[in-house]
């Protein structure tokens, strides 16, 4: 079994930066892939960035140059990390860490993750 939780959420200025962190932690399996998806009010879930075992990133357009990703793991701990800079009010929304038993797909960006978080809300206001 594997859990994630989240923290970090918040809010934030428009052009202000947050850092949401994600804690996962798995006894018996090996996380290959974990990332950052988001939902807004009224919107369907999209995917934001992930991050592979070996380190290689990718992300969504709304967020490249803007977001980084990063993770470090020790002792069955995953700890991933969103940094997020130059924030917009677009970028309003819940924010859900998620992991893959597998390498990320090149279609990550549709949600298709093993396990999920609970979330943590993001608010920018101007």
């Known amino acids: 079994q594997v859990t994630l939780v989240e923290s970090g959420g918040g809010s934030a200025q428009t052009g202000g930066s947050l850092t949401l962190s994600c804690a996962a932690t798995?006894?018996?399996?090996?996380?290959?892939?974990m990332g950052w998806f988001r939902q807004a009010p009224g919107k369907e879930r999209e995917g934001v960035a992930v991050?592979?075992?070996?380190?290689?990133?990718?992300?969504s357009s709304s967020v490249k140059g803007r977001f980084a990703i990063s993770q470090d793991n020790a002792n069955n701990v995953y700890n991933l990390y969103l940094r997020m800079n130059s924030l917009q009010a677009e970028d309003t929304a819940m924010y859900y860490c998620?992991?893959?038993?597998?390498?990320?797909?090149?279609?990550?960006?549709?949600?298709?993750?093993?396990?999920w978080g609970k979330g943590t809300l993001v608010s920018i206001s101007s």
């Open positions: 798995s006894i018996i399996h090996r996380i290959f892939c």
């Open positions: 991050i592979d075992s070996d380190g290689t990133t990718d992300y």
């Open positions: 998620a992991a893959s038993l597998s390498f990320c797909r090149r279609s990550w960006s549709d949600g298709k993750m093993d396990y």
